[in-house]
């Protein structure tokens, strides 16, 4: 059995040498492909090279794995031998991925995911003001930003195809453009369903195209599987730092200008998304590239749907969103409700961003090196333990801060390990959309999270139900990634 490489070339000799044809992610298609270009009975040589990214070189290397002498009636395609040096290496242009190019996208990806996570991470501080302005109750903004997330896990797979056919870029730009748009909307909305329109309908989309699944999507195609995982941590801590850093600015622009004042200044570092997306422009992921696909849509979402993993990982990420959701809109009016001052609430957030920086880096480097679903099961039982501390122990600002902080260490690191066993289990070329359908999952979680929050406040006056039930669902989630399994063709394939 071949042995599993990042790329495959088609290669036919030449007078002058190999000539690279065809290159695919799999060696079964190049091997059709070879009895179509060259027909029995040609007197063509033929050969399949693997080529596989040595970390430790920074290089990457290249070796036989088929040869093709002849293709005459009757012969078998192909017949494997032993990988060995390739005689000639495969030209670069079909080649690798260029990786200062790889890097690049990285960073600006990552800047892309800090703003966008950012911004969203505050909007729980405009709950307490808004909802005073309009003299009713914490659900009616709460129901804004529940629709948000319910619009923005419906059209996320949407946004995740764009990018997997004509790339990131243009999913980007679109996103940022109306991310912008619905705060500027925002900051002059005055009922209810203005806030739904803006708050929820146009951020929802904004959200779907500049949202940390389409940049993980992108830089995760544009990195060889031995830097992946820890490509994607970088990602997962760029947004966390955007937690800690954008929350707190948030709150000095209520303090100075007002809600309303706070979201117009918001919407222009929205709109910076749509220059930083430039960077994709020219990254092409591999599928993108190659001769022909190896995988229809339609194909991709029935090998999807068949395999019960899938579900475990879109019933694992709901709770992900049920809690992220939750904590993100209600913990500063929480930490308000128990006597400590709304900067508490702001900084605990600031917080939780900052230590989910170093979580969310650990959670793409141990990705890499441990079975995900195993890591996944140990953060939410985590999760189920720092918030049964967080109800259980005397409320006092050192308790809500020790919380943030290690809640921080267990916060979005599931993203990164979430995605990269979407990858693991069924490929890279509709990476972005599968990975966005579990996000839908991720999101109605988002949305119950969100809602259930405010309906229990303004039903109750506090949130503990709220609580314990994201305690039970974090216990449940712990169980639902143990027995993930991946599909049989791909657990050969580079973790």
């Not at 996208?105 to 309009?134: K, N, Q, T, V």
Request: proline residues 5%.
């Amino acid at each position: 059995m071949a042995p599993a490489y990042e790329h495959y070339f088609l290669q036919a000799r030449t007078e002058s040498g190999w000539e690279t044809l065809e290159r695919r992610g799999a060696p079964d298609g190049l091997r059709a492909a070879a009895r179509a270009r060259l027909g029995p009975g040609a007197e063509a040589a033929c050969r399949i090279v693997g080529a596989a990214y040595d970390e430790d070189a920074r290089a990457w290397t290249y070796a036989q794995v088929f040869r093709i002498d002849r293709l005459a009636p009757g012969a078998p395609a192909a017949r494997p031998s032993p990988p060995r040096a390739a005689a000639s290496r495969v030209p670069a242009a079909a080649g690798a991925t260029d990786m200062r190019l790889a890097y690049l996208a990285l960073a600006m990806g990552g800047a892309i995911a800090l703003l966008s996570f950012g911004i969203r991470s505050g909007f729980g501080l405009y709950l307490g003001p808004i909802s005073l302005e309009l003299g009713q109750g914490r659900e009616t903004f709460a129901l804004a930003l529940a629709m948000q997330n319910l619009v923005w896990g419906v059209t996320q797979p949407f946004a995740g195809a764009l990018a997997d056919r004509v790339g990131p870029f243009r999913s980007i730009a679109l996103g940022a453009v109306f991310y912008a748009a619905g705060l500027l909307l925002m900051s002059q909305s005055g009922t209810p369903e203005m806030f739904h329109l803006s708050a929820g309908l146009l951020i929802g989309i904004g959200l779907s195209g500049t949202s940390i699944t389409i940049v993980l999507g992108a830089v995760g195609q544009l990195f060889p599987a031995a830097r992946r995982s820890w490509a994607l941590g970088v990602v997962g801590a760029a947004g966390s730092l955007g937690q800690f850093l954008v929350v707190p600015a948030t709150q000095q622009l209520l303090d100075g200008f007002g809600w309303s004042g706070a979201a117009a200044v918001t919407a222009i570092a929205a709109l910076a998304m749509a220059p930083l997306g430039l960077a994709f422009l020219k990254a092409r992921p591999v599928a993108a590239v190659a001769a022909g696909p190896e995988q229809t849509v339609r194909a991709a979402l029935a090998e999807a749907a068949l395999h019960p993993s899938f579900w475990l990982l879109v019933g694992g990420f709901f709770v992900c969103g049920f809690h992220v959701t939750f904590i993100a809109v209600h913990l500063p009016s929480y930490v308000s409700d128990i006597g400590l001052s709304p900067e508490t609430g702001a900084w605990a957030l600031g917080i939780v961003g900052l230590f989910n920086v170093v979580g969310s880096y650990m959670a793409g480097v141990l990705g890499g090196r441990f079975p995900k679903k195993y890591l996944l099961s140990a953060l939410y039982l985590g999760r189920a333990v720092l918030m049964a501390g967080l109800l259980l122990l005397p409320a006092s600002e050192a308790v809500v801060y020790v919380f943030a902080a290690l809640l921080g260490f267990v916060w979005l690191g599931v993203v990164p390990l979430t995605s990269g066993l979407v990858a693991d289990n069924y490929g890279l070329r509709h990476m972005s959309m599968l990975f966005g359908i579990v996000f839908l999952g991720h999101q109605l979680g988002g949305f119950l999270g969100s809602w259930m929050g405010g309906l229990a406040f303004d039903l109750t006056g506090a949130y503990d139900i709220v609580w314990w039930i994201s305690i039970v669902l974090a216990l449940a989630s712990a169980a639902l990634h143990w027995p993930i399994r991946a599909l049989p063709r791909m657990a050969a394939a580079p973790a």
